[in-house]
């Protein structure tokens, strides 16, 4: 709802009491998730410029050069709240939401990805969300035609009451055949077409923009409805209408319906509209004025055409069986005008109406300091039940039930799959891009600047373990209530890791979104998510260079560790299963060590002197092997006795969680190739063992089956969702 | 020759099946919008009906589509003898069509499935299994609605008129329960009408037709298809 001091505000510019229809229009577009009037502020620290970037931030989707006269375009957003409620709609939503960002920009839409946090499986309610959100995507995604090709799931008690569901999609699109979302010229036509105008998802923003209380139920009617079928064909419908050229604009109808749709599209324009709701294709016939202007019905999309070619327009949509509506045309007046049968029920200045919110002041609050102690660490009694226990601990298993779920292949340009360290795709100039998310929250909480620059690098140590290198950044910053001090200071304080990041290592982000209010009133108590700045980052790989998986390839090959091992347990997910919380100073950003890693794996890689390899991230090196294990036909031998650094026991080698480092699989033959350039770049080194025949992992002082460790791996989550 | 591939509103794999063809020497593929109709067919010596979600499957998988006018080509084009695939959402609609006998039910496990399965190909040859009679073959699931079934009449005269291609097996070529991924009757992946020229398919030859996919052992499936177009 608007506060008082916005509303006295807009009555000012004004100079009269806002009708019906503006309040709803205002507080719509004001809500915070429209109008980003917490957030923006600090965005200047990013980093959102670069050589390749055509259309950075600001539009539906980002768009990067990859060469050969084709653009990489990517989108990234959260249906948190509506997830919530009604776990399938808000979910598939979420996914037809974010298709929309990408195709309104004149793109193909070729890749999903979705991030998800919940509480633990094993209360059902969690289960339940899980369960849902999941069959929301994969019937919508996999409806529409798009295949999945990465994503994240982690689980914690601070997501009981408020999940997160945030999804991405990636296209391409020739530079000629970009649209852009704006309305240059008065007299062109408003065309909305795609689907009808119901009373689904009324006000969903604003909703989204609150904390929950006990009356969730009543916000179900603020939950959108999917349909992929319609989707699909408004997909379709588009390509021809792009293909023909005959879209001078476009925008999609998400977040605050009609309002926001036009309203931006004027904005950008510099231009006004006027709109006749009357000719609104509805679902429901009674609908108010007032409902139609914000409704969030869903597949709708509003396009900008000149009267050359409306009647061409029309056709095609007849054609194709596509509900639309000449709903209006663009004007030389600054205003949203929207009519009623003739009558005026809003006239709205754009420039009030888009980003024209008093700014509202917001304190941040100073992070609680985290002692360096370790004291509560100890070598566990048993190493093999303690490994076991982990590699079967849900943030840590099998993700193969989740993702078995969604169709991975559909338009065939899939050349790796879930599970391994990102995805790939093949775009159509035949170059490769790999796409990987991350966000380890439990960092995040204990240091919100550090755990989020740390998590961008294991996003960033996936690709590069892969062989592609970085090429751009999309974001979804999801937080707490940023009118409470100690909320809006972790939001503060992981901007500035993000930016940190983005500047060190050089990569734009080209995408985004935020998404706040993520906490509820329990039993008189305050419940914040963690922190959870959730990072995506896309590479791409050299012309004709077959991306490198983490399964074990060969027996008698060297597995080495690349980069030093210190005692940065605090916030590890050894930890968390050793003492049931995370508390403590986590794994330190140091991006100089980063990037002296990423060299050497970058130019082993180069020269092909890497069978597989793995990034060490959640679960240290420990995880690390058992991953590149458990899905190849071999084991390993190891001496762990040797590890660089000041890690200085088994456990600490085996769980720390210290950044900047990698395992890599190097025959022998291409061993002292291989040590040459890490000695070049002044790189630590272990060679940990050899891979064996057998299929066992034997860390020396135990070793577990291969068939053992399968069995905790991949029950881990299933145990909770059959 | 002319490949027809549908498009029902809904479809999704229509690309990747014309993408496919396209890497076949004489195939001449064309897309074909239901709306067209009996005339959309008219020059075609052989279709490919591809997978998806023909009217979103919001009755049953397949079952809006069946009853399309454009199926009515379909049929006369089969009965004449030409070639014709239902992949996935194609083989649901020519099962529900009658083209094909049996039923694809949900899946024993109640969810969707994407992954990659290997199928033992029958001993006994088929228009679209020609010289691949006996051999393995790693290609891609995803469908919640593969589970096939019919009555133990329709299972026996499949099974004595060899007119089942396509069986799900693991990667050694055995055909057990372990390896059935929807719980199909006697693990059948793929059939044959009586004519031996309509297949309908769970699997996806399509996304396994160049080796940058993980394979590219399904396109001898679709290139015997486009063989048999020229009969």
Same mark, same amino acid.
């Not at chain 1, 916005?6 to 004004?14: I, M, Y």
């Not at chain 1, 995370?582 to 990423?598: A, D, F, H, L, N």
């Not at chain 2, 496919?20 to 279709?47: C, E, F, H, Y």
């Given at each position: 709802m608007?506060?008082?001091?916005?509303?006295?505000?807009?009555?000012?510019v004004?100079?009269?009491k806002?009708t019906?229809?503006?309040?709803?229009?205002?507080d719509?577009l004001?809500?915070?998730?429209c109008s980003?009037k917490?957030s923006k502020?600090w965005?200047?620290?990013f980093?959102?410029?670069?050589?390749?970037?055509?259309?950075?931030?600001?539009?539906g989707?980002?768009?990067?050069d990859?060469?050969?006269?084709?653009?990489?375009a990517?989108?990234?957003?959260?249906h948190?709240?509506?997830?919530?409620?009604?776990?399938y709609?808000g979910?598939?939503?979420?996914v037809?939401?974010?298709?929309?960002?990408?195709?309104?920009?004149?793109?193909?839409a070729?890749?999903?990805?979705?991030?998800?946090?919940?509480g633990?499986?094993?209360?059902?309610?969690?289960a339940y969300l899980?369960?849902?959100v999941v069959?929301?995507?994969?019937?919508?995604?996999?409806s529409?035609?798009?295949p999945?090709?990465?994503?994240?799931l982690?689980f914690?008690d601070?997501?009981?009451d408020?999940?997160?569901v945030?999804?991405i999609?990636?296209?391409?699109v020739k530079?000629?055949?970009?649209?852009?979302?704006?309305?240059?010229?008065?007299?062109?036509?408003?065309?909305?077409f795609?689907?009808?105008?119901?009373?689904d998802?009324?006000?969903?923003?604003?909703?989204a923009s609150?904390?929950?209380?006990?009356e969730?139920?009543?916000?179900?009617?603020a939950?959108?409805?999917?349909?992929?079928?319609?989707?699909?064909?408004?997909?379709?419908?588009?390509?021809e209408?792009?293909?023909?050229?005959?879209?001078?604009?476009?925008?999609?109808f998400?977040?605050?319906?009609m309002?926001?749709?036009?309203?931006?599209?004027?904005?950008?324009?510099?231009t006004g509209?006027e709109?006749?709701?009357?000719?609104?294709p509805?679902?429901?016939?009674?609908?108010?004025p007032?409902?139609?202007?914000?409704?969030?019905?869903q597949?709708?999309?509003?396009?900008?055409?000149?009267?050359?070619?409306?009647?061409?327009?029309?056709l095609?949509?007849?054609?194709?069986?596509?509900?639309y509506?000449?709903?209006?045309?663009?004007?030389?007046d600054?205003?949203?005008?929207?009519?009623w049968?003739?009558?005026e029920k809003?006239?709205l200045?754009?420039?009030?109406?888009?980003?024209?919110?008093?700014v509202?002041e917001?304190?941040?609050?100073?992070i609680?300091a985290?002692p360096?102690?370790m004291?509560?660490?100890?070598?566990?009694?048993d190493?093999?039940?303690?490994?076991?226990?982990?590699l079967?601990s849900?943030?840590?298993?099998?993700?193969?039930w989740?993702?078995?779920?969604?169709?991975?292949?559909v338009?065939?340009n899939?050349v790796v799959d879930?599970?391994?360290?990102?995805?790939v795709l093949?775009?159509?100039?035949n170059r490769?891009?790999a796409?990987?998310?991350?966000?380890n929250?439990?960092?995040?909480?204990?240091?919100?600047?550090?755990?989020?620059?740390?998590s961008?690098?294991?996003?960033?140590?996936?690709?590069v373990s892969m062989?592609?290198t970085?090429?751009?950044i999309?974001?979804?910053?999801?937080f707490?209530n940023?009118?409470r001090?100690e909320?809006?200071?972790?939001?503060?304080?992981?901007?500035r890791?993000l930016g940190?990041?983005?500047?060190?290592?050089d990569?734009?982000?080209?995408?985004?979104?935020?998404?706040?209010y993520n906490?509820?009133?329990?039993d008189g108590?305050?419940?914040?998510i963690n922190?959870t700045?959730q990072?995506?980052i896309?590479?791409?790989?050299?012309?004709g260079?077959?991306?490198?998986r983490?399964?074990?390839?060969?027996?008698?090959a060297n597995?080495f560790l690349?980069g030093e091992?210190?005692?940065e347990?605090?916030g590890?997910e050894?930890?968390?299963?050793?003492?049931?919380?995370?508390?403590?100073v986590?794994?330190r950003?140091?991006?100089e060590?980063e990037?002296?890693?990423?060299?050497v794996?970058?130019e082993?890689?180069?020269?092909?002197?890497?069978?597989?390899c793995?990034?060490v991230?959640?679960?240290?090196?420990?995880?690390?092997?058992?991953?590149m294990?458990?899905r190849?036909?071999?084991g390993?031998?190891?001496n762990?006795?040797?590890?660089?650094?000041t890690?200085n026991s088994?456990?600490?080698?085996?769980?720390?969680?210290?950044?900047?480092r990698?395992?890599?699989?190097?025959?022998?033959s291409?061993?002292?190739?291989?040590?040459?350039?890490?000695?070049k770049?002044?790189?630590?080194?272990?060679?940990l063992?050899?891979?064996?025949?057998?299929?066992?992992a034997?860390?020396?002082?135990?070793?577990?089956?291969m068939d053992e460790?399968?069995k905790?791996?991949s029950?881990?989550?299933?145990?909770y969702?059959e | 020759?002319?490949?027809?591939?549908?498009?029902?509103p %809904?479809?999704n #794999?229509?690309?990747? *099946? !014309?993408?496919?063809?396209? @890497?076949?020497? +004489? =195939?001449?593929?064309?897309l074909?919008?239901?709306?067209?109709?009996l005339?959309?067919?008219k020059d075609?010596?052989g279709?490919v009906i591809?997978?998806?979600?023909?009217?979103?499957?919001?009755?049953?998988?397949?079952?809006?589509?069946?009853?399309?006018s454009i199926?009515?080509g379909?049929r006369?084009?089969?009965?004449?003898g030409?070639?014709?695939? %239902?992949?996935? #959402?194609?083989f649901? *609609? !020519?099962?529900?069509m009658? @083209?094909?006998? +049996? =039923?694809?039910?949900?899946?024993d496990?109640a969810r969707?499935?994407?992954?990659?399965v290997?199928?033992?190909?029958?001993?006994?040859?088929?228009m679209?299994t020609?010289?691949?009679?006996?051999?393995?073959?790693?290609?891609?699931i995803a469908?919640?609605?593969g589970?096939?079934?019919?009555?133990?009449?329709?299972?026996e005269?499949?099974?004595?008129?060899?007119?089942?291609?396509?069986r799900?097996?693991?990667?050694?070529?055995?055909v057990?329960d372990? =390896?059935?991924?929807?719980?199909?009757?006697?693990?059948?992946a793929g059939?044959?009408?009586?004519?031996?020229?309509v297949?309908?398919?769970?699997?996806?030859?399509?996304?396994?037709?160049r080796p940058?996919?993980?394979?590219?052992?399904?396109?001898a499936i679709?290139?015997n298809?486009v063989?048999?177009?020229k009969?």
């Amino acid at each position: 709802m608007l506060t008082k001091e916005e509303l006295e505000h807009a009555k000012t510019v004004l100079g009269r009491k806002p009708t019906e229809t503006e309040l709803g229009m205002l507080d719509v577009l004001w809500s915070e998730h429209c109008s980003y009037k917490s957030s923006k502020r600090w965005f200047y620290l990013f980093k959102t410029e670069g050589d390749k970037v055509a259309l950075g931030i600001g539009e539906g989707a980002g768009l990067v050069d990859i060469g050969d006269g084709y653009l990489a375009a990517v989108a990234m957003e959260s249906h948190n709240h509506p997830s919530q409620i009604d776990p399938y709609n808000g979910a598939a939503t979420g996914v037809g939401g974010i298709i929309r960002d990408v195709i309104s920009q004149g793109c193909k839409a070729v890749g999903l990805m979705n991030c998800l946090r919940f509480g633990h499986p094993s209360k059902p309610h969690n289960a339940y969300l899980l369960e849902n959100v999941v069959r929301g995507i994969s019937e919508y995604g996999n409806s529409v035609g798009i295949p999945v090709v990465g994503g994240e799931l982690e689980f914690d008690d601070s997501y009981d009451d408020n999940c997160l569901v945030n999804v991405i999609c990636v296209g391409w699109v020739k530079p000629e055949e970009v649209v852009r979302s704006s309305a240059k010229t008065p007299g062109h036509h408003l065309v909305l077409f795609g689907s009808t105008t119901g009373r689904d998802g009324i006000a969903g923003v604003s909703f989204a923009s609150e904390t929950f209380s006990d009356e969730e139920e009543d916000n179900r009617g603020a939950v959108q409805v999917g349909d992929p079928l319609s989707k699909k064909i408004v997909i379709d419908t588009l390509q021809e209408l792009i293909e023909e050229k005959l879209l001078e604009g476009l925008q999609d109808f998400g977040g605050g319906g009609m309002t926001s749709a036009a309203g931006e599209l004027a904005k950008a324009g510099g231009t006004g509209v006027e709109i006749d709701l009357d000719k609104v294709p509805l679902r429901e016939v009674d609908m108010k004025p007032s409902e139609i202007v914000i409704s969030e019905s869903q597949e709708r999309m509003l396009a900008i055409v000149a009267p050359e070619n409306l009647d061409r327009v029309k056709l095609l949509l007849e054609k194709n069986g596509t509900p639309y509506g000449i709903i209006g045309k663009v004007t030389d007046d600054g205003h949203y005008t929207a009519k009623w049968y003739g009558e005026e029920k809003a006239r709205l200045p754009i420039s009030l109406l888009v980003e024209g919110f008093p700014v509202p002041e917001r304190i941040e609050g100073k992070i609680a300091a985290q002692p360096e102690s370790m004291s509560w660490f100890k070598e566990p009694e048993d190493y093999k039940k303690n490994l076991l226990e982990l590699l079967g601990s849900v943030n840590l298993c099998d993700r193969s039930w989740v993702y078995s779920q969604y169709d991975q292949h559909v338009q065939s340009n899939t050349v790796v799959d879930l599970g391994e360290n990102g995805g790939v795709l093949e775009f159509p100039n035949n170059r490769k891009l790999a796409f990987t998310s991350d966000c380890n929250s439990f960092w995040c909480l204990l240091d919100p600047q550090q755990g989020t620059a740390n998590s961008a690098c294991e996003s960033l140590r996936n690709l590069v373990s892969m062989g592609a290198t970085p090429i751009f950044i999309a974001d979804c910053l999801n937080f707490g209530n940023p009118e409470r001090p100690e909320s809006y200071g972790q939001f503060v304080e992981a901007v500035r890791g993000l930016g940190r990041f983005s500047n060190d290592f050089d990569i734009p982000i080209v995408g985004g979104n935020v998404s706040l209010y993520n906490e509820a009133e329990v039993d008189g108590e305050t419940k914040r998510i963690n922190p959870t700045p959730q990072i995506m980052i896309a590479g791409i790989f050299e012309k004709g260079f077959t991306p490198i998986r983490r399964n074990l390839l060969s027996p008698w090959a060297n597995i080495f560790l690349v980069g030093e091992t210190l005692p940065e347990l605090n916030g590890s997910e050894y930890q968390r299963i050793a003492t049931g919380q995370v508390k403590g100073v986590p794994p330190r950003y140091r991006p100089e060590i980063e990037k002296q890693s990423m060299n050497v794996i970058q130019e082993a890689h180069q020269k092909g002197l890497i069978r597989s390899c793995n990034n060490v991230g959640r679960g240290g090196i420990g995880i690390g092997l058992m991953k590149m294990a458990l899905r190849s036909k071999y084991g390993f031998k190891l001496n762990l006795d040797y590890i660089p650094g000041t890690a200085n026991s088994l456990a600490q080698r085996l769980y720390s969680e210290t950044s900047g480092r990698y395992l890599a699989e190097v025959t022998e033959s291409n061993q002292a190739e291989f040590l040459k350039i890490i000695e070049k770049h002044g790189s630590s080194v272990c060679e940990l063992g050899l891979t064996v025949k057998e299929p066992v992992a034997d860390f020396g002082i135990f070793s577990l089956s291969m068939d053992e460790a399968r069995k905790v791996f991949s029950n881990g989550l299933k145990q909770y969702m059959e | 020759m002319v490949v027809a591939v549908l498009r029902f509103p %809904g479809t999704n #794999n229509e690309n990747d *099946i !014309l993408r496919a063809l396209s @890497l076949i020497d +004489g =195939a001449k593929p064309i897309l074909v919008p239901s709306r067209k109709g009996l005339a959309g067919l008219k020059d075609a010596d052989g279709i490919v009906i591809p997978g998806g979600f023909s009217y979103g499957d919001y009755l049953r998988a397949g079952a809006v589509a069946s009853v399309e006018s454009i199926t009515e080509g379909v049929r006369n084009l089969a009965e004449d003898g030409k070639p014709v695939i %239902g992949i996935c #959402n194609g083989f649901q *609609i !020519l099962s529900e069509m009658g @083209l094909l006998p +049996g =039923a694809l039910l949900p899946n024993d496990s109640a969810r969707f499935v994407c992954k990659w399965v290997y199928l033992r190909v029958s001993d006994n040859t088929t228009m679209f299994t020609e010289g691949l009679e006996g051999s393995l073959i790693r290609i891609p699931i995803a469908h919640a609605e593969g589970n096939y079934y019919c009555s133990d009449d329709e299972l026996e005269s499949l099974r004595d008129e060899f007119r089942i291609p396509f069986r799900y097996c693991n990667e050694d070529g055995d055909v057990n329960d372990a =390896a059935n991924p929807n719980g199909s009757i006697d693990n059948i992946a793929g059939i044959v009408n009586q004519k031996g020229n309509v297949l309908g398919l769970m699997p996806h030859p399509e996304r396994a037709s160049r080796p940058v996919l993980g394979s590219s052992e399904g396109l001898a499936i679709l290139e015997n298809f486009v063989r048999a177009t020229k009969c």
